[in-house]
Each structure stands twice: as C-alpha cells, then as structure tokens.
C-alpha cells in the first residue's frame, strides 16, 4: 500500500477519566472529558504543534494518539492502519514506530538507573541484537544527541537538565521511530539550554525523517519550528491551520488573546501581534462542562447565540480551520461548494 | 542621604554545603530609585533569588553567610541591624510576593483567617489571644474582614465574600496570586519584592495578573523589584533591567535600549536564544553554567565567552558606565561594540 | 457529605470486624491442639472429652460452626469460659473498665509530656534541647514494657516502699457508677479512695506510656520539621509575621492534624500492649484475661478478647478519621 | 551543579557523601557500634562467653543465686549458670528471631504491597482488606493466640511474629509504590511495552528501597523486642534455653532475692533495640536528605 500522506490521523477521538469511585456504590464523581471530540492530520516528515494553556487537553491528546492512554472513543490511523483497537502483542509491535519525550526531566529518567540502562531498556524489549551490539547502539544514540560517550555510566542525578531531556531523546530515538510525541521538552529549561535542544530536534528530523507532534504553551517556539498547528481549548481543537497562516490572521478570539499574551522582546515582534486582548476569568473545570461553546464565559467578541449552539469545526480556507460561530455562516455557502469537507460530519 | 529606595553596594554571599564553599553570590551593586519598576533578570542559578532573600533578610543563615557589602535602605544597612529593628522597618514599607502560588497560602486556614491576622498585626503590635487561637468568631471582627473584602476587590477578584471564607485549596492558581498579591499591598509599602509571580502560570492568566500589577503600582507609586527569567515579562512590566549572570550583575540599563542594543556578549547571546515571533534565528549559548564550588578566575563568563582575553580570565570586571543609565561589568567592552 | 463518609467509614468497619471474627474463629478452630482436651487437661477421660466436644459443637463441620457463632456473638452470647465457668461476655464487661483506666491516664500522660516535648525540640533543631528529647524518645521505645515495669516495681515499691507493687486498690473500691476508680471516686467524692487509686495507678501508668510518649515525641517532631521548609512559612516569615503567631498558629495547626493521627495509633497500640503490663503489675483488666484464656486455650474467650480490642481499635481509627476531617479541610473538600 | 569549562569538580560520590554526613550526628553512629557488638558477640558466643557450657545444660547447684562478682559479672541463676554467659548466647537466639520475621515480611509483604499499587483493580481490594483486618487486631494479641495455639518454642513464636508482621510491610510497598508510579519513567516503560512484572520490581522496587531499609533497621528490634515479650509471656522458647524473654520472666520470680537474674537479660533487650532504633532513625535522615537533592 503506498505511504499515504498522513503518517497519523485522528477522528472524533474521545478521552474521559473516570471520577474517583464514592465508597462500596457504583457512583463516581463526574467523568473528566480531556479529549472531546478531535481531529487531527499529522503529515510525514512534519512538525504539528499542539497549543494550549493547561487543562487543554493537549498531552492527554498526544498521549492518546500514541496509544499510551486507550481512547473512550473514536478512531486512530497510524501509516495506514487502524490502532484504535490495538491491544497485547499487536499494540506492544506498534510501540515501536511511535515514541514519546516528556516534560519533566528529573520525573523521566529513573533515578536509580545509569543512561546506558535507560536508553537499553526499549533495544533489550525490541533490538534482539546481542548485548554488545547494544552498547554500540547506545554510543552512537548518545553521539547522536550530543552527549559524551563516558556519560552513559553516568546517572541521572548528575546531569543537568538539558542533558537528561538528551537521554530522554535518545532513549526515545532507540526503536527507530517514525513519529515522537514531544510534551514540552524544553519549558523546564533555560532559554540557552532550550535553544540548542530545539536546533537538536530539526537536525534529526532531517537526518532520520521524523515527524514531531509538538505540544506546547510557547508560541514564539511555535511560531519558529511548527508546519501546521492546532491550537486546544477545554479538549477541542478551536483553530487549526498552516502556521504562517494562524500566525498572520488569525480567527479564533481564543488564539487572537493567546498571541496577544506573548511576551515579546523586540519592537518589531509586536507587528505580528493581533490587538491587545485581555481575558477575564478561570477556564471552567473539565468536569462540568458547558453544553455549549467553552470559551463563551471568557470571550470578547461573544453573541447571543454562542450560549446555545455548540459550534463545530469549520473550514473557512484551504487548510484553515475554526470552531466558532462567527464562521458558522460559511457552513451554509460551503454546503453548495464543497458539499463534503466540513471536517465535523466525516461521511 | 541618597534619594535612592535601595542600594546595594558589593554584595557577596557564600554557601558551605558539604562539598565546599559554593561561592553563589559573587559581586551585585543594584539601585532602585523611588516609583521606578527595575527587572531583574538571569537564568535558573545566577543568583537572582538569593539576592532577593538577602534584602529580605529570609536566608538562612547556617549554610548562608553574607561575606560582605551593604543593603541601604531608607538610609539604614539591613544587613547591620539586628533582626527585631529589622523586621520593624521591614512591616511598614517593604513587602513580598513569592513564586509559586500553590503552596505559599496556609492549606488549613481561610483565605480570610489569613488575611485579617495580617491587617490586624499591620495595625497593633500584638494580635492579642483571640488571633493566637484562631477561633472562627475572632475572624468576624468587622473593621479587619471590611479591609480584606476592600483589598480582594482592589485586585479584581470576584465575588471576595465566597472567597474570604473558602480554603486555598478551592482558588485557581490565578486566584490564589491575587490573594497573594492583595496580601502584598495590606501595610502602605513604597518597595514591593516580586519573585517571577506569574511563572506557575498560563500565559493568558498572566497577562491579566501584569496587567494588575502595573496599574496598582502606579497607581500607589510603589518601587519594584521584579525578578524573572523571562526577558518579555520584564519588558511589560520594568523601566529598567539588570542581567545577571552567575552571581553578578553583568549590565544594567533602560529597558527598550538593552533589549535593541545589548552590550555585554551574555546578554547577546541571552536575547539571541530566546525564539522570537520574527523568526530570527536562534542559537544558544556553547558550554554550561559555571560550577560555584570551582568557579572560574575572572569574569565568570570567560568560559564561554567569544572575546575573552588573558585579562578576562585573571582579573573580575567591575560594572562601568558605557551609556545614559547603562552599566556593563566586562574588560573588552571596547573593542567589540 | 459528612453522612457519606460516616455511612461508607461503618460499612468498612463491620466488613472489617467480620474478617477479624473469621481469622481468630479459624485460628482457634483448623489450627492443631483440640481444645477440648487442652480445656480438661491430660487425665480426663476419652467420652468427658467428646462429652464437651458435642456441648461446644465441635465436632459439626465448620462452616456450621461458624454460623452458630454469629448468631450466638449477635445476640450477644459470647459462649462460657472453659475456665472460669461464667459468661465470658460478663468476664470482660466486669473487667473492660480497668483497661480502659489505665490506657486513658497513660495516653494523657504521653500527651501532656509527649507533645510539647517535640514542639520545643523541633523549634531548637539539632541544639541540646533537641538531642535530650530525641534520647528521651529513643529510650522510651527501646525499653522492652515488661522489663521496664519489673524494675519500676523493684526499684520504687519493692526497695524504696513509695507505691504499691500490684493491684489496683488498696482498699475498698468506690460505689461502681462508670468502673473507671478515679471517676467513681471523685463522684463519690471519696478522696482517700481516689488517693488509693491513684498511687495504685502511677507505676503501671507511667510503664504503659514510655513508648507512645516516644513515639508522639518524633511524630510532633518530625511534622514540625517538615512545616519549617514549607513555603508559607518562608512566605509569613518574609511579610514580617511575628515568630510566635507563625509557630502556634499556623504551623502547629499544620502539624496537629498528622500527630492526631499517631495519638489514635497509640491508643490502638496500647489496647495491645496493656497485656504486657497488666501481666506485671497484675491489674485486672481484660488483657491479663487475656493471657490466661490464651495460656490455657480458653477459646471463647480468646474470641471474644481479640474481637473486643478489635473492635476498639476499629472505634478509635474512626474516631481519628472524623476528627481529621474536621481540622484538615483539604480531604473534604477535594474536588 | 554541573561541571565548569573543563576541569571536573571532584564530588564526593553519593556513597561519601552519606558516610560524611552519617559520622556528623553521634546518635547514629552510637546506634552502628550497639548494633556491631551485638552480632559480633552473636556470631562468636562460644569463644567469648565466659562458662560455655552454663548456656545450654551444666547444673552447678553448689554456687546458685551469687551476686555478680568477678567470676561471674552477672551473677549466677537459681541452678548456678552463669547469667553472663547465657545472655551472650541468648543474643544469637534474639537476631535470629529479628532478622527471620524481618525477612518473611519483606518476601511475603512487599511484592503484595507492589502488586496491589500497580496492577490495582480486584487484587488492590483484596490485599488491602485482607491487611486492613490483620493490622486491626494488635499485633501482641493476635501473635499470642497464634504461638499459643502451637507447641510454645522459638520457630513457632517467630511464625506467630511474622503473621504478624508482613502487613505493614504491604502498607509500606504500597504507599511508596502509589507515589513512584506517577512519575513519568513508568510511563516510558509502559509506552515502550515493558512487562508488568520488570515495571513492578525493577523501575519501582528500586526507588523504594531507601525507605525499605529504613523500615528493616528499625524492624529488626521492634521484632526481637516483640520476641521477647512473647517468651516473657511463655510462649516463647522454653527453658533450659538461653532466650532474653524467656530469662527475664524467670527471673521475675527470685526478682526480690536476686534481682540480676531479670535486670541483665532486659537490658540486653533494651541495647539491642536502642541500637537499631538509633541507627534506623540515622539512616532515614540521611536517606531523607538524600532524595531531596
């Protein structure tokens, strides 16, 4: 089958955590829905970005992409294949081709084990290569991250924090992936240590023709390394689109206060900032969650109807999506140009 | 004697932990004039909280030891006065507000408990038994829980009765550096000591909480000294900026000028490494932060440093004025601007 | 939401007395040494045996064994002691009050001693204050209970004649309203009695306290500790609040709620312990029935002892659970 | 801190940097040298006791009851033995029992106390109910109706102790696993498909230890001081054998006529127990200190 275009692609996934059980009855308290209702094209060789604020939704997203956490619903395609039911040996072969890299970098390393450890747990699972062609391994996955050869005898308390998120690289590089999950690795660094593992990752997207779901906070990172992005608000997503575009014209009020919240440090950056707009208000708890649009309580450019409809996501340019009724009405002209790409009823 | 709110002249401080004497604080002059909002910016472990603590008098003496220099402020050295007087002036004009709002509020006790304790002790004192005790009656005291409700309004949170009387535990992250910061403002301050307030959290969230700050410190003409790693942050909020690198103030200026024009090679390679929404391109700086226990002789920056010369690794630069209120602490300044 | 948690907090507890009656009702049933013969000693004859086997049904298998049981623990009939020939319920209702006694006055005694002890010795961390109270706690839990209340008796009764060497009343006891002496004294305000009481009570008291008195030591010590290096007392402490508002205020309230938990451990441990001392010092309280039915394979009454302390175990666990909850609103009030 | 432009700071290795700190609070070290002199004397009892052959069986009824003295440092019992001599002895018999009931609840209590923090579900509500009504009954009451029940000798007193015992180290092996397996390394091993059982006992046992080994320390004189008060009940070890419990509670008896008999033997007990009380609250500390770096 030829490699389709789309090295992972999600539909309607649904992700709740189940409330914590109230004594011997089979009451919980309410579901927390963190993924509700996404979807999401990811292209080969690609760097999507996952923008929002915490509470969005975005790693249990990623999470659930990669099949680390099961779906509640929906589906997952993965090069071609269909991983949303995926479980035992057929789920633990997937493991190979998807890794991930986390935020923390004291959490992501244990403790009590040196780097050669870590990073051969996953070639000891997959590699059936002999020990030592595993060592040979592990030096040149350090190599390839920029770390010393004698550090792999090092352990984790040790190193700095730059160093430990390149062992969480490298430990993610060693199944030969062909997609990683990045979960922030860098907003627990300093800027200077953040910018060299961010020139890291571009380099080995080239060399090794990785493709990056990026989740972040950050959109001035965004802004420098994502293709496309999907900005996240209360486990939807409410705009997505080539980032050059969501960047220069951006629709959704939600983007357009996120952009305008960037600190920026140069005079010229403040041209590519929208208006100044300040939110008001907490988002509402995943727990409860409003029928109808999330960000009503907090939006600027509020209507009437907001409050009763809940908006879906519409396609208002090539490859620029919003989810808000203000470009509700394009639904209707659409219906009579492009009868079936209204992302929101997939036929 | 000088009109300045606070000076700090030749501050040093070193920590003995178990492998040595961690030479942390190494050389830090800092002014900050009445009314004026000053940044102070540096990476994890230059120094900056620890310099903070030393002007706050809250570091902990054992492992710490203030080696020399003087903090001058309203023309008395806090770092000579004994901590009873100490804490006296600190009550009537300085005040605080800490990093991590998640864990800086008492978890067992009201939002109002907490609160009135403080305006009560402002005013008196003593707070007499009732407070001592906590009893829930004690709280009620109309003339204190009237001020709480007036301080809780002034930084805009809503509904403050619900929130008087609701634990911690029950605000949003936001919510709680409100109550933090009304907290800040219960005694008439003139100087406010901010340690990165809206780090812990979103980005929408803490334009709102700057958004406040600006307003009331002008608003009151409140001298602040705000620390963050963040240079955009300090951009929003700060006239001028000190950078500090590794223990020292390496340069010192008005904001928009520093951050057009940096001088000192750190704050260059600082301000290139931060991704802008221009796309610039950014790279950061080579080699690590140095390691107090063994630091290197001379700038400390020398290491890492394009320009370093034989001058650079031997002798400490000391901060000279290259500009208009703008500061550098480097030997080849000259040559390379 | 107080009434959730009471309910599902009373069905964990029955769930968990049920097991407690199975465990100790298979223990004294499978495991090996038939009562029976254990009761009426080596001579008695084979059928006096069997006689008592049939009367005590157990020679029906067990589970019906086991059901017979219930119904006789729900209507309160704890069977007869093979010992004494009396309801075993009457045995430990005459005897509970005095174990009661005597772990109500240690535990107040560990209290009153116990926590300022670790508040004074956290606030002068790794200073003589601290290093006395801390030797203090390590002895206390060191000295093994029995031999401590040997050498109390040698030493105070027996050489120096201060206190007495056993017993829990000289004289005549007080008119019996609640069991406890002391109260019943007081309310018969007969002071020589409560005199007589009291002095009995000193020695096995103070025996049965040295460890809990230890052991709240370290705990109030320990949480003082941790409250030091929390955040909003660095915080406080900046804003410039007063040392003495901070510390018994703020953070004792902080550290009160863990030690509450440690002073209920401690009560459930000396239910446990009261054995031990109430042996030495043979004072009549159900842990030294205890011991004899066990000595001497009593059954009925083991079960019926160990169900008893178990059951006040489970009491005060509750009790502790509630008041918690009550100091500490971040557990009920977590969303 | 990391290391500067070149030269490597020379850091104490975790390892030194414990001992450093251990040799700075005296309490600590106190508690070592108890606690090495007890299992020096335990493993050479033959040659150190003064009268050998007094700890199991010799009789001498010529010299019963003599106040410590010289000879015998301290004193001899109602049939002669040498006290010195069978308190030397009777600590092979006490370590055992600790360190035997320390090691069955480690093997039985922590893989369950593991199992039921990570695999969760129906195992999570039996082991925890099961330990929840094994911890509600006092331990001396139920290990007393245990070694009861059996012939009273030292292998049923320290099975009764055990049955005791392993509950605990299931509450242990289950908090500290609740908090390990949040951290994201577990994580990692489940997305990379690591087996349960690799997660369970090498990703988060290890973490686990420190405290492990601080419970154990502390344990092993908790247990032999519980071993103790079931000999003095007599349920323990039975005379002529060289037991402290058993010893003290003889000695009760003669205790107006000839105190040493039960003073020596108790306060063996109390050494033994302040030893690895001191050293086991040493350890914590340092350990304590240790994972806050």
């Known amino acids: 089958m030829t490699p389709c275009e789309n090295l992972l692609s999600v539909e309607s996934l649904y992700k709740a955590f189940l409330g914590k059980k109230k004594g011997l009855s089979r009451a919980r308290t309410p579901a927390i829905k963190a993924v509700n209702g996404v979807d999401l094209e990811v292209k080969r060789r690609e760097t999507h970005a996952l923008v929002g604020e915490s509470g969005s939704g975005k790693t249990t997203l990623g999470k659930t992409a990669i099949r680390i956490y099961a779906p509640t619903g929906g589906t997952i395609v993965f090069d071609g294949r269909d991983i949303t039911q995926l479980a035992g040996r057929g789920l633990k072969a997937?493991?190979?081709?998807?890794?991930?890299?986390?935020?923390?970098?004291?959490?992501?390393?244990?403790?009590?084990?040196?780097?050669?450890?870590?990073?051969t747990l996953p070639l000891r699972i997959y590699g059936n290569i002999s020990s030592r062609q595993r060592k040979v391994r592990v030096e040149e996955l350090l190599a390839t991250v920029g770390l010393p050869r004698p550090f792999q005898y090092r352990y984790p308390h040790s190193l700095s924090g730059g160093q430990k998120q390149r062992v969480g690289l490298a430990r993610a590089l060693a199944t030969r992936p062909s997609l990683i999950v990045l979960d922030e690795p860098t907003s627990a660094l300093d800027v200077s240590v953040q910018a060299k593992i961010l020139s890291l990752l571009a380099n080995l997207q080239q060399e090794h023709d990785l493709t990056y779901l990026y989740i972040t906070h950050d959109l001035a990172i965004v802004r420098n390394i994502a293709t496309t992005t999907s900005v996240m608000y209360l486990g939807r997503v409410v705009e997505q689109a080539e980032t050059e575009n969501l960047f220069s014209n951006p629709r959704h009020p939600y983007t357009k206060a996120l952009l305008s919240a960037i600190p920026i440090i140069s005079e010229e950056e403040n041209r590519h900032k929208p208006a100044e707009v300040t939110l008001e208000g907490d988002i509402p708890s995943p727990s409860n969650m409003p029928v109808y649009c999330g960000f009503f309580s907090r939006c600027q450019e509020k209507m009437a109807e907001c409050q009763q409809v809940d908006p879906a996501l519409v396609q208002v340019e090539n490859d620029h999506w919003v989810r808000c009724l203000r470009f509700a009405h394009r639904r209707e002209e659409e219906r009579m140009l492009y009868p079936f790409t209204t992302k929101g009823q997939r036929s | 004697m000088s009109q300045h709110i606070l000076e700090i002249k030749h501050l040093q401080v070193w920590f003995h932990t178990i492998d040595g004497v961690a030479q942390v604080i190494q050389r830090v002059e800092l002014v900050i004039e009445p009314h004026q909002a000053v940044g102070l910016v540096g990476e994890t472990g230059c120094g900056k909280s620890v310099t903070a603590k030393a002007i706050l008098g809250s570091l902990p003496v054992p492992p710490a030891e203030i080696k020399r220099g003087e903090v001058i402020f309203c023309n008395q050295d806090l770092l000579s006065l004994r901590v009873k007087q100490r804490k006296q002036l600190l009550k009537q004009s300085m005040s605080y507000i800490p990093q991590d709002p998640m864990t800086s509020l008492n978890p067992v006790f009201t939002i109002g408990q907490q609160m009135v304790d403080l305006i009560k002790w402002h005013k008196c004192a003593n707070i007499g038994l009732g407070g001592l005790l906590g009893l829930r009656g004690w709280t009620k005291n109309k003339p204190a829980r009237k001020t709480a409700l007036q301080l809780l309004d002034y930084v805009n949170i809503p509904a403050p009765e619900k929130i008087v009387d609701s634990y911690p535990i029950e605000l949003s992250g936001g919510m709680r550096q409100r109550v933090l910061i009304a907290m800040a403002l219960v005694g008439d301050a003139q100087f406010l000591i901010a340690d990165e307030p809206t780090t812990a959290l979103d980005v929408t969230i803490q334009k709102g909480i700057l958004n406040l700050l600006e307003e009331r410190i002008e608003e009151r003409g409140i001298a602040i000294l705000y620390i963050t790693h963040n240079l955009g942050v300090a951009r929003r909020l700060c006239a001028r900026i000190c950078v500090m690198y590794a223990g020292n103030v390496v340069e010192t200026g008005p904001t928009l000028e520093l951050l057009e024009d940096p001088a000192h090679p750190y704050t260059i390679g600082?301000?290139?490494?931060?991704?802008?929404?221009?796309?610039?391109?950014?790279?950061?700086?080579?080699?690590?932060?140095?390691?107090?226990?063994?630091?290197?002789?001379?700038?400390?920056?020398?290491?890492?440093?394009?320009?370093?010369?034989?001058?650079?690794?031997?002798?400490?630069?000391?901060?000279?004025?290259?500009?208009?209120?703008?500061?550098?602490?480097?030997?080849?300044?000259?040559?390379?601007? | 939401m107080f009434g959730l948690f009471i309910l599902k907090r009373l069905s964990y507890m029955i769930f968990t007395l049920i097991g407690i009656s199975i465990l100790i009702f298979v223990l004294t049933r499978v495991l090996p040494g038939d009562p029976a013969r254990l009761a009426l000693g080596p001579e008695a004859s084979e059928e006096q045996v069997q006689d008592l086997r049939h009367a005590l049904r157990l020679d029906r298998p067990l589970p019906v064994q086991y059901v017979w049981f219930l119904q006789n623990l729900a209507h309160g009939k704890l069977g007869k002691s093979l010992v004494t020939h009396r309801d075993v319920a009457k045995d430990i209702l005459q005897r509970f009050p005095a174990t009661l006694e005597l772990v109500l006055v240690s535990l107040g005694l560990a209290v009153i001693i116990g926590v300022p002890l670790g508040i004074v010795s956290a606030l002068h961390k790794d200073r003589v204050v601290d290093y006395v109270a801390r030797s203090v706690a390590f002895t206390g839990i060191s000295f093994p209970r029995f031999w401590i209340g040997i050498m109390l008796q040698l030493a105070v009764a027996y050489r120096l004649g201060l206190l007495p060497v056993t017993g829990r009343m000289g004289g005549l006891p007080p008119p019996h309203v609640t069991g406890l002496f002391l109260l019943d004294s007081l309310i018969a305000l007969d002071f020589t009695a409560f005199g007589d009481a009291a002095i009995h009570l000193i020695l096995p008291a103070i025996t049965l306290s040295l460890s809990p008195l230890a052991q709240i030591t370290r705990m109030v010590r320990a949480n003082m500790v941790e409250q030091i290096h929390k955040d909003y007392v660095t915080v406080n402490r900046t804003i410039g609040m007063p040392e003495t508002l901070l510390v018994y205020k703020y953070m004792l309230k902080n550290a009160f709620n863990a030690t509450l938990t440690t002073v209920g451990l401690m009560l459930g441990w000396m239910l446990g312990n009261a054995?031990?001392?109430?042996?030495?010092?043979?004072?009549?309280?159900?842990?030294?029935?205890?011991?004899?039915?066990?000595?001497?394979?009593?059954?009925?009454?083991?079960?019926?002892?160990?169900?008893?302390?178990?059951?006040?175990?489970?009491?005060?666990?509750?009790?502790?659970?509630?008041?918690?909850?009550?100091?500490?609103?971040?557990?009920?009030?977590?969303? | 801190m990391n290391t500067t432009s070149g030269q490597s700071t020379q850091y104490k290795s975790g390892f030194q940097r414990a001992i450093y700190r251990f040799s700075r609070s005296p309490l600590s070290i106190i508690g070592l040298v108890i606690i090495l002199v007890i299992s020096v004397v335990a493993i050479f009892a033959p040659f150190i006791a003064p009268y050998p052959k007094d700890a199991i069986s010799a009789v001498h009824f010529g010299n019963s009851f003599q106040p410590p003295s010289l000879a015998h440092l301290f004193g001899t019992d109602e049939v002669g033995r040498d006290v010195l001599s069978r308190v030397i002895f009777g600590s092979r018999l006490s370590l055992k029992v600790g360190l035997v009931v320390v090691a069955i609840s480690v093997l039985v209590g922590v893989p369950l106390g593991l199992v039921a923090a990570y695999v969760g579900g129906a195992w999570e509500v039996v082991i925890m109910r099961m330990t929840d009504v094994f911890l509600s009954i006092p331990p001396l009451v139920l290990a007393l109706a245990v070694a009861a029940v059996f012939k009273p000798n030292l292998t049923n007193s320290m099975l009764a102790i055990s049955f005791t015992w392993w509950p605990w180290y299931v509450r242990l092996a289950y908090g500290e696993a609740l908090s390990i397996k949040e951290e994201d390394f577990v994580e990692v091993c489940e997305s990379v498909g690591a087996s349960k059982s690799h997660i369970m006992f090498k990703e988060i046992l290890p973490n686990m230890a420190s405290t492990l080994l601080v419970k154990v320390t502390l344990d092993i004189g908790y247990a032999i001081l519980m071993?103790?008060?079931?000999?003095?009940?007599?349920?323990?070890?039975?005379?002529?054998t060289p037991a402290w419990g058993t010893m003290v509670s003889l000695g009760r008896v003669h205790l107006s006529r000839a105190w040493w008999l039960a003073t020596f033997p108790g306060l063996a007990i109390f050494l033994t127990v302040l030893g690895s009380n001191l050293f086991g609250d040493g350890l914590r500390d340092l350990l304590d200190v240790e994972m806050e770096r």
């Open chain 4, 227 to 240: 071993g103790a008060s079931l000999g003095f009940l007599g349920v323990g070890a039975q005379p002529p």
């Open chain 2, 270 to 337: 600082l301000i290139n490494s931060v991704p802008k929404l221009t796309k610039e391109s950014y790279v950061g700086i080579e080699g690590t932060l140095p390691d107090y226990l063994r630091p290197p002789s001379g700038c400390r920056f020398h290491p890492r440093c394009r320009y370093a010369e034989e001058i650079c690794r031997n002798t400490p630069p000391s901060l000279r004025e290259v500009g208009e209120h703008r500061f550098v602490s480097c030997h080849m300044i000259e040559s390379f601007r």
């Open chain 3, 275 to 335: 054995f031990l001392v109430e042996q030495v010092f043979s004072w009549p309280g159900i842990a030294r029935y205890g011991i004899n039915s066990v000595l001497r394979n009593d059954f009925n009454a083991i079960v019926a002892v160990t169900l008893v302390v178990g059951l006040g175990y489970l009491v005060i666990n509750f009790v502790v659970d509630l008041l918690y909850r009550v100091l500490d609103p971040r557990i009920s009030l977590e969303k």
């Open chain 1, 94 to 119: 997937f493991r190979r081709e998807a890794q991930m890299m986390f935020q923390d970098p004291t959490s992501s390393l244990n403790p009590r084990k040196s780097v050669s450890a870590t990073i």
